[in-house]
């Protein structure tokens, strides 16, 4: 037996290449956990932005999760999921005779369920079709990947010596495939049009043209009874895999009827020009028809799309094709060890968009700039110096030169070191900043604050004066929105980032989040190797509350990244509301420590790996939990959340220069 | 001296696989005397191609040019004084020498620096007034202002992908040149330079080719920079050589392009399903 985990990494990154996409390896185990579809933890399948691979295989080595991802893949580039029952109807004559238009059946119901649905029994039906197109694909894959032969072959014959032959036909049949020369005559047929399939001419419909032939001979192995039906399966990941792809061609089509009803809507709007004062009121109601049927049929479609789109969202779950994910470990305080691969971390980039609204950030660069700035500026580096006696420069060096010249004269050999050069002192700093994205802090801030800085000092001027005036003018529903606990998270952020920029430093900003162990979300607002622009402003301005507080992992994975940057010097700080929490952050909703223990852990490795941590909080309940989680006291409790910028530089000062 | 010059002088024609009309643009470009800017990463064929060009053209203007083309590989170090000149002591005397820059400015030979990103900020003086319509070299330490050559072609090349943006080109320099992007060629063309630069077998040449497809695609996630036409046909050569294909593979591409342990597993995992 060999185990996902151990190759999962590599796998990821092999995958990727061969793909030209990241798709997800997650264990199949993940998806029973999750799903209503029915699926069973030792099969290999695929939705559209992952792979799912059982968590152990048996296999001989490695080599055989590189089989069964090739496989997978090889369904893609072999177009099986492109399966249209039209084109079938069209091609293949036998599966008329198989096909009648279902009752029930709408212009939704997917390609396959219709196919599998024209025999007695679909889910037979679906597994010789399975077979059928493993052939083809695996046939496609020795000729276009041969190195992937002999693995083939070794993993297949471990399966051979290992697993004992079932007497079904199907089973047979992936003997056949395994490699296996004595098959029982009686699925000559099968092996016959397993062998058919390995052409390099056919395409999918083959497939379907076989399964109609082959359906009832092997029908006829089986024997179902109302107490023992062969296996039900409700609803099928090609299925699903399939509707999603025709989603696709249907909003090709919707371009298309789209830009035919604009060049309709043109053409009767210049015959109205022309026909005007004429009598063509005929041809202006047949254009008008024209449009009205045209434009029924977009809105159809348009609504299909829609309800088809959210149907297989909600079957095969949201689609995360732009995120990478990982799996870390988690410590389990009470089992004393780690959970090994336990959370699934997803890395997904915040793109910001034009619609964010980043003046209020600008004003909060400009307002703190100055105080930052002065912070920082006791770390800016010295620039350039000039560097004198060196073999090689743009300068002579005056002094080296009269000595050599001596030298020479005196008839010695010269010291060569005669030039001087300007260097740059350089500082090699990483930091990143990991933003707490929890639920909470969608809370205001007591006391509110006001919104805009320039009135901040006049209105505290006045309530000095008079502390009630303010009181009875104000009308007695608060309009002016409360400022949040994330407003202030994202304003620290755009200070520290702006003024980070002005030292060089390179930096990173994260926000994390997620639900649940397999669902950690880390969104990029920036990474160390991005410049700081108005997509970062953006893409800061776009951070907001969403759900739980999973520290661990984000932890795990910030320092992941910071030692893949290879910087000399590695700053790792975490800005939160509250105590770590999640749904399954530990065996007991409610208690903490589980969550605690697991984060200080998490800390620990950081700092065993150079990463120098600190944690900034504004949960004044904080050094309870804090003095356990934080190694050596690394600790920042807020009392006033205006300071978190001010705050921030200077603990980033301290960090960077100590 | 901290760079490292080549002095070009071939009577062979260098192979160019064209991919597009680059031949034709930096032709008008020549004859213009208009600056070009080479952009692509490493190893897809911006050296080569210069090369290329600077036999065309010298071939057809029949100049009796000893030194046509003036390579200098730009390093982080490198500065205005490595490009122009030094004073170096011969003997008892100080003595002036001119730097591969100004010799080319003299001669009116194409000087081409390569990966130009990576000098020291003070070089961009001497490309702007060597870019406009001046052309002129001015040389401080001597006081000589130089007037370029009417030969005299500037030729810059930067790889945006891999720098970091704080050394992008600055606005200023970038549209002094007519800019010519390269990428890594198609499959087939690919396979046809591999073939011709290695004397490969079609097929085996074509394999490579897939592979440089393939672990291109882990660019910017795995490692910077994906595997170079260069690597690939280095790959070849070794297998010409008489190495079996994985083994060439093997310590041409997949050590080469990362140090990263999973990396390079996963790049050897690429390699070893599209060979045979």
Same mark, same amino acid.
């Given at each position: 037996m060999v185990s996902l985990a151990q190759s999962e990494d590599t796998l990821a990154l092999f995958t990727e290449g061969i793909a030209g996409r990241y798709i997800h390896i997650k264990s199949t185990e993940e998806f029973v956990n999750h799903r209503r579809l029915a699926y069973r933890p030792d099969q290999t399948g695929q939705s559209s932005d992952a792979i799912y691979l059982p968590e152990h295989i048996n296999a001989p080595d490695h080599n055989g999760y590189r089989v069964l991802v090739m496989e997978q893949l090889g369904l893609r580039e072999c177009q099986t /999921?492109? /399966?249209r029952m039209r084109t079938a109807l069209a091609r293949v004559d036998t599966l008329k005779a198989h096909y009648s238009e279902p009752a029930t059946g709408t212009a939704r119901s997917g390609d396959f369920h219709l196919l599998f649905g024209s025999f007695t029994h679909p889910n037979l039906a679906a597994d010789l079709f399975t077979l059928l197109e493993k052939a083809r694909v695996q046939a496609y894959l020795l000729r276009t990947y041969p190195g992937l032969k002999r693995h083939l072959q070794n993993y297949h014959n471990h399966l051979l010596s290992t697993e004992s032959p079932d007497i079904d036909p199907l089973s047979w049949g992936h003997r056949y495939l395994w490699g296996e020369a004595n098959i029982p005559q009686q699925w000559s047929l099968l092996s016959c049009a397993l062998q058919n399939l390995e052409a390099s001419s056919t395409d999918v419909y083959d497939s379907v043209s076989e399964l109609c032939t082959l359906y009832s001979l092997i029908e006829s192995a089986y024997v179902f009874t109302e107490t023992d039906p062969y296996p039900q399966q409700q609803e099928s990941l090609p299925d699903w895999l399939n509707r999603e792809q025709r989603v696709e061609e249907w909003e090709e089509d919707l371009e298309q009827l789209d830009e035919r009803l604009m060049a309709v809507d043109m053409l009767a709007a210049e015959d109205v020009e022309a026909q005007r004062g004429d009598s063509g009121d005929a041809a202006i109601r047949e254009a008008e028809l024209d449009i009205k049927s045209l434009a029924d049929e977009r809105d159809t479609l348009k609504r299909r799309i829609d309800m088809e789109r959210a149907s297989v969202q909600h079957a095969l779950g949201t689609n995360r094709a732009n995120a990478r994910s990982f799996r870390y470990d988690e410590w389990d305080y009470q089992q004393r060890r780690y959970l090994n691969r336990w959370c699934r971390v997803y890395e997904e980039p915040l793109t910001g968009s034009d619609d964010y609204d980043t003046t209020e950030l600008r004003d909060a660069i400009k307002h703190f700039q100055p105080l930052v700035q002065r912070q920082l500026e006791q770390i800016r580096p010295t620039g350039l110096q000039r560097v004198s006696r060196v073999q090689d420069g743009d300068e002579l060096d005056l002094n080296a030169i009269i000595e050599a010249r001596q030298d020479i004269r005196a008839g010695h050999s010269p010291n060569e070191q005669f030039y001087s050069r300007k260097e740059r002192m350089q500082r090699d700093v990483c930091a990143v900043f990991l933003i707490d994205l929890s639920a909470s802090t969608d809370d205001p801030i007591e006391p509110p604050e006001p919104f805009d800085w320039d009135t901040y000092q006049k209105n505290n001027n006045d309530n000095l004066r008079d502390p009630f005036d303010s009181e009875f003018e104000?009308?007695?529903?608060?309009?002016?929105p409360k400022r949040k606990i994330i407003d202030i998270q994202r304003e620290a952020m755009v200070v520290m980032a702006s003024a980070l920029d002005a030292l060089g430093d390179s930096y990173g900003v994260y926000g994390f989040s997620g639900y649940g162990k397999d669902n950690v979300e880390i969104y990029t607002a920036k990474d160390p190797h991005e410049a700081f622009s108005q997509r970062t402003l953006q893409a800061i301005a776009s951070m907001t509350p969403k759900r739980s507080t999973r520290m661990g992992p984000a932890i795990r994975h910030a320092t992941h990244k910071l030692t893949q940057s290879g910087h000399a010097m590695k700053v790792l700080i975490v800005i939160s509301d509250g105590f770590p929490q999640d749904s399954d952050y530990g065996p007991e909703r409610g208690n903490h420590n589980y969550g605690v223990e697991d984060t200080a852990k998490s800390l620990q490795e950081a700092q065993q790996k150079g990463v120098e941590t600190f944690c900034v909080t504004v949960d004044r309940s904080g050094p309870d939990y804090l003095q356990r989680m934080c190694p050596n006291e690394r600790y920042l409790v807020i009392e006033d959340m205006a300071d978190l910028p001010d705050q921030l530089s200077k603990v980033y000062t301290a960090l960077t220069t100590g | 001296m901290s760079q490292s010059v080549n002095f070009f002088t071939a009577d062979k024609e260098p192979y160019y696989l064209p991919l597009a009309d680059e031949v034709e643009i930096f032709r008008a470009a020549y004859s213009a005397r208009l600056p070009i800017l080479l952009k692509g990463p490493t190893g897809c064929g911006k050296t080569r191609f210069v090369e290329h060009m600077t036999w065309r053209l010298y071939q057809e203007t029949a100049n009796s040019l000893e030194v046509p083309l003036i390579t200098v590989s730009c390093h982080e170090d490198l500065t205005a004084t490595d490009l122009v000149g030094r004073y170096l002591l011969k003997g008892d005397s100080t003595i002036w020498t001119d730097g591969p820059l100004t010799r080319a400015v003299r001669t009116g030979a194409v000087c081409y620096l390569d990966e130009v990103v990576e000098a020291r900020k003070d070089t961009t003086v001497l490309i702007h007034s060597l870019t406009d319509h001046r052309r002129v070299l001015p040389i401080d330490k001597t006081g000589e202002l130089l007037h370029a050559h009417p030969e005299f072609l500037l030729v810059l090349s930067y790889n945006? =992908?891999?720098?970091?943006?704080?050394k992008d080109l600055k606005p200023s320099t970038r549209q002094r040149f007519v800019s010519l992007e390269f990428d890594y060629p198609s499959v087939e063309a690919e396979a046809a330079i591999i073939a011709h630069e290695a004397g490969l077998e079609n097929t085996d040449a074509e394999r490579l080719a897939v592979i440089g497809e393939r672990v291109r695609n882990l660019k910017q996630h =795995?490692?910077?920079? =994906?595997?170079?036409t260069r690597l690939l046909i280095y790959a070849a050569n070794l297998m010409t050589a008489g190495i079996a294909a994985r083994r060439a593979a093997d310590v041409a591409i997949v050590t080469a392009i990362s140090d990263d342990r999973i990396v390079q597993n996963a790049v050897a995992d690429i390699v070893d399903v599209i060979l045979p």
């Open positions: /999921f492109s /399966f104000e009308s007695p529903v608060d309009e002016t | 945006p =992908g891999y720098q970091s943006v704080l =795995g490692f910077e920079e =994906g595997v170079s």
